[in-house]
């Protein structure tokens, strides 16, 4: 018998970001390809960032530039130090400021749906997305239990 995850019931709160610098690579592909597309982002910007004699500071993410037939999205690192550029890595930063937070414990299948559930309760409290949204992996696919995703929004 398989256990079956049940996602967790999300609690979408507005918080105050400072802004940090990360090390990214933009991806672009069919969402089928996302899992592969993340993983080897996720190693190459850690790569570099030790590399280069910074630190990682802070979980994984994704920052979804475009949806749609193809995805495309700066996956990587938030970091602290150092980062020497290549021609894949690229410094960039998650933005500061107001923002709209929600975790997400469930399995991925259902995470089209968690994002959802966020973007109505923006309409319902009438803010105004600010820039392009990000999901934190809090726990990776081979840890014990339900992933764990934080969903985030700029918003105004």
Do not use: K
Request: aromatic share 8%.
């Amino acid at each position: 018998m398989t256990d079956v995850i049940q996602a967790r019931p999300l609690t979408p709160e507005i918080v105050q970001l400072a802004p940090r610098h990360a090390a990214v690579v933009r991806v672009a592909g069919a969402s089928g390809e996302l899992p592969a597309l993340l993983g080897e982002a996720f190693g190459l910007t850690m790569a570099q960032v030790g590399a280069s004699g910074g630190q990682v500071a802070g979980p994984p993410f994704a920052r979804y530039l475009a949806f749609g037939e193809r995805i495309e999205a700066e996956v990587g690192f938030p970091y602290v130090g150092t980062l020497q550029p290549t021609d894949r890595v690229h410094d960039a930063e998650l933005p500061g400021g107001r923002a709209v937070m929600a975790t997400y414990v469930g399995p991925y299948e259902g995470i089209g749906d968690a994002w959802e559930q966020v973007r109505g309760w923006l309409r319902a409290e009438r803010l105004v997305e600010a820039g392009p949204p990000w999901e934190s992996y809090l726990t990776g696919p081979e840890e014990p239990g339900a992933p764990v995703t934080q969903i985030v929004f700029p918003v105004r």
